[in-house]
């Protein structure tokens, strides 16, 4: 069945055999044939999507995702399925935000807005006028004087020639996370944030932001692109444009959730693990169908192609369904704190959190000589149109158990309409594409059974 | 404003130059910008597809987008715009088709169906019972005695382990140019066609077919994969269900249609000529939008990007609108005819025709010399993710001006998506993605840009 050609590899520092078998490129074949003709992921996210919807932590909707989550599971025969339990933060959006521009010139607008996660509400009806910058230095420049007692607008448009729209984000999203603070020192009564997209629409994108370090606790909202172009023109004709907010927010207290772990037992190093994971959570928007169901029942679909082709790993491979990742990390953190305390090697671990498009290659956070024998691979995956195996970010809930000796690894998929969903009402399980999806899962299975294989 | 750092390019057989200057990377990188930030293809496009809709040829909208390229060509300061006349096939749809299917045990059911471009119509309700097959020897070996009086039914799928969808489609559409040709010959009255897509839903994709060889015509339509799968159902409980279809389209006779053409004329080399385009002609279902819309706009935007960056070819580049690539490829052929008759001299055709999803790479129909210089452009491409230039097929249109000499290129997008759209209602203007289409377009003229400068 297999053939018997071998390739021998040079530099392979860590390589138990100093050969990769040709037979590698069959079971690589057999991986991609079985993602893509009995794929069950597609199926599994639109039950995740449809039948639990966005599931912010502490949410129902976020025990009713751990509790699906547990029955697909048990349908791939794991040798085990277990919680770790957490704390979680638990903030609520309560009822639906809203936000009117008036001036003397304009009729009352009514504008589409989302509190960002951990957002203050605002108490009854807050009023002020409207300051718009792009920059921090704009800001502090206008200073005190012209920002207290109004609405600071941070209007800092994602940078559309950046290929990769997650370089673009990663040049904007401080306004989101930073802004309330930041405009808070100089007295202002909240924040309107352009949402973080280069798609223009209506759509306002939620996300993640911060009070660390600020003496009052402002509310802080996303706007759409549209109506963050429109609101800009509006203050280049009149200044005096005035806005009201009433946002009902608030954060209870931390309580319990969990992380969902199931694994297939390793045969010759048990002890030694493999970590494939996304998030379990998502915003309390759309349905978390890229961000992250997609991820979710990628990594499930891991266990199940190897399950359905009867690989039996060398090593413990775990697949972690984070509880967490979006507003506080607590699942990725409190995951790598058990691994610390109970002293459990974990050799590799790839997160697939960037959406459920075309996997274009892998990013690795670990040593050189980790790199390089990952590389080792790329003859072997490159007729999938993995293109690449570089230097690079793996991933939020991955990123704690970084020790110095794991590597860690991000799934790579093609980024150009990720921003068009991520933490919008538009992140529903109709955007997802099944062969992408199914694509992506077949990507993590290859490398983490070249990885299994070669590693020790 | 250059950097002035030169490397040296080793075997580079019909360069000009023996080096590619890095300013060559800061000019690919102003043609990525230009395209991210002041594209003007999404907007093109939008008015193409809502303005003109589909524009099957000889069709109304046909001209109508004809003028509508003429009108967006002269935005552009050109040096010139004209029309090649061609005579084009003209083949009408007429009033919406019918298909029921019957049987004993089930009620009537309506199947949605497309019947094929140029097939003929059912003068009046074609009655009979259906026969499945997957495969020309299936066909065969039930013979005439089997297939006599019967529609025969092609169910053999696109096959999903196939990564590029396109050797997927490759592998079934023989049952859709062929169907009825093969069919008539062992006395079938018509023919039933599988949908060329791996998408499951209730969308007929029609396109084109052929009645070479044929002493009967029959009439063929395309069903979608979900109505195909049901129908291999219903069929294996009962051999004796029965369809009744009703089509009224029809073949009148051939009519003039035009080429549109538009150039910016070559500094050194006038009259050597390299082609970009693509076809304006569609399918007469939902808005030629990725087929070839997308293709249409970007090739337009190629010539945009030069204008506006002030990039002075030495070659004359010629922008071909093809007309009537669908049914006939009169438009490719009548062009090269012309080529050939007046003695042009054309170095370099590139086609973009595969949808406007995020390009990939490049595929060259060319000799090895000329395939071994374009991949020298290679390292300035792949920072763009554009991550191969290798040997295979170019496009439709311009293929038939292959004369040994002339090098020929197909732009490479992602294919996942293509034939969830492809000749299908749901080929519309909003499930193309601006940055996806705006990549494409700097790609080719990336491309071209190279090969215009180092190239003579």
Redesign the interface.
Same mark, same amino acid.
Not at 433 to 436: F, G
């Given at each position: 069945m297999f053939k018997t050609f071998f390739i021998v590899i040079l530099f392979s520092p860590i390589f138990t055999l100093s050969q990769i078998e040709l037979n590698d490129s069959s079971m690589i074949r057999y991986i991609?044939?079985e993602a !893509?003709?009995n794929g069950e992921c597609h199926q599994n996210l639109k039950e995740l999507c449809k039948g639990v919807g966005h599931r912010i932590s502490g949410s129902d909707a976020s025990y009713k995702a751990i509790a699906w989550g547990q029955n697909v599971l048990k349908r791939y025969a794991l040798d085990s399925i277990y919680l770790q339990e957490i704390l979680v933060p638990h903030w609520v959006r309560g009822s639906k935000e809203r936000l009117d521009f008036s001036s003397k010139q304009i009729k009352l607008y009514q504008s589409k807005c989302l509190a960002y996660g951990g957002s203050v509400g605002t108490n009854g009806v807050l009023k002020g006028n409207i300051v718009e910058v792009k920059s921090w230095d704009e800001l502090d420049e206008l200073g005190e004087k012209k920002i207290k007692g109004n609405f600071v607008f941070y209007n800092r448009p994602m940078n *559309?020639?950046r !290929?990769s729209?997650f370089h673009a984000y990663g040049g904007c999203v401080d306004q989101r996370y930073w802004g309330a603070v930041r405009a808070s020192k100089l007295g202002a009564i909240g924040v309107l944030v352009r949402s973080m997209t !280069? #798609?223009q629409d209506l759509n306002p994108h939620t996300g993640s932001m911060t009070y660390e370090g600020a003496d009052l606790k402002i509310p802080s909202v996303a706007i759409s692109t549209v109506d963050a172009h429109n609101l800009s023109e509006q203050l280049k004709k009149d200044k005096e444009t005035e806005a009201k907010m009433k946002l009902g927010c608030k954060t209870l207290p931390d309580t319990v959730s969990y992380n969902l772990i199931a694994e297939i037992k390793g045969s010759e190093f048990p002890d030694k693990i493999i970590v494939v994971g996304g998030h379990l959570d998502s915003w309390d928007v759309g349905e978390g169908a890229h961000d992250d169901g997609a991820g979710i029942v990628q990594s499930i679909e891991v266990l199940k192609i190897f399950k359905n082709l009867g690989i039996q790993p060398k090593h413990t491979i775990r697949c972690i369904l984070y509880m967490n990742e979006e507003n506080g990390n607590r699942g990725g953190k409190t995951y790598a704190e058990m691994v610390k305390n109970k002293g459990e090697e974990h050799i590799f671990a790839i997160e697939t959190d960037r959406g459920g498009f075309?996997p #274009?290659g892998f990013t690795v956070d670990g040593t050189p000589e980790q790199l390089t024998s990952l590389q080792q691979f790329e003859s072997l995956l490159e *007729?999938?149109?993995l +293109? +690449?195996i570089k230097k690079g970010y793996s991933g939020v809930d991955i990123g704690p158990l970084k020790d110095g000796k794991i590597c860690l690894v991000g799934l790579v998929p =093609?980024s150009? $309409?990720y921003f =068009?969903f991520h933490h919008a009402p538009s992140d529903i399980f109709e955007n997802v594409? #099944? $062969?992408?999806l199914e !694509?992506g899962a077949a990507s993590l299975a290859s490398l983490i059974y070249l990885v299994d294989k070669h590693w020790d």
């Open positions: 991609f044939d !893509l003709t *559309p020639t !290929l729209t !280069l #798609k075309t #274009k *007729p999938y149109d +293109f +690449f =093609d150009q $309409r =068009d594409n #099944k $062969r992408e !694509l």
